[in-house]
Nanobody, 125 residues
Framework: QVQLVESGGGLVQAGGSLRLSCAAARRTNSYYGMGWFRQAPGKEREFVAAISWSAQSTNYADSVKGRFTISRDNAQNTVYLQMNSLQPEDTAVYYC??????????????????WGQGTQVTVFS
């Protein structure tokens, strides 16, 4: 079992930035592909970004390309999501997830094996 804990969410004005972190409780995520998803009230959970286990490959949803950057530090068992130029439509609970497949190509939530509890991001105009 892999325990993931997100942090870094909060309230930010439109145009601002936040950096989310996702820490694994133990040294288990080095070979996992990691993803970030988000879910707004009344909407389905949607893919935001993913990174392969080696960090050599990343994948982004069109809605965040050029604004968000996913990265990882395997030595620290942590994955990050740097979010710039935030807009009100980015408001959601953000979840990190891990897949045993090690890939960055999974954009469907059901393909991920472990999930964090989520962190709220609220962007006001």
């Amino acid at each position: 079992q892999v325990q993931l804990v997100e942090s870094g969410g909060g309230l930010v004005q439109a145009g601002g930035s936040l950096r989310l972190s996702c820490a694994a409780a133990r040294r288990t995520n080095s070979y996992y592909g990691m993803g970030w998803f988000r879910q707004a009230p009344g909407k389905e959970r949607e893919f935001v970004a993913a990174i392969s286990w080696s960090a050599q490959s990343t994948n982004y949803a069109d809605s965040v390309k050029g604004r968000f950057t996913i990265s990882r530090d395997n030595a620290q068992n942590t994955v990050y999501l740097q979010m710039n130029s935030l807009q009100p439509e980015d408001t959601a609970v953000y979840y990190c997830a891990a897949t045993k497949a090690g890939t960055d190509s999974y954009t469907t939530p059901t393909l991920y094996d472990y999930w964090g509890q989520g962190t709220q991001v609220t962007v006001f105009s």
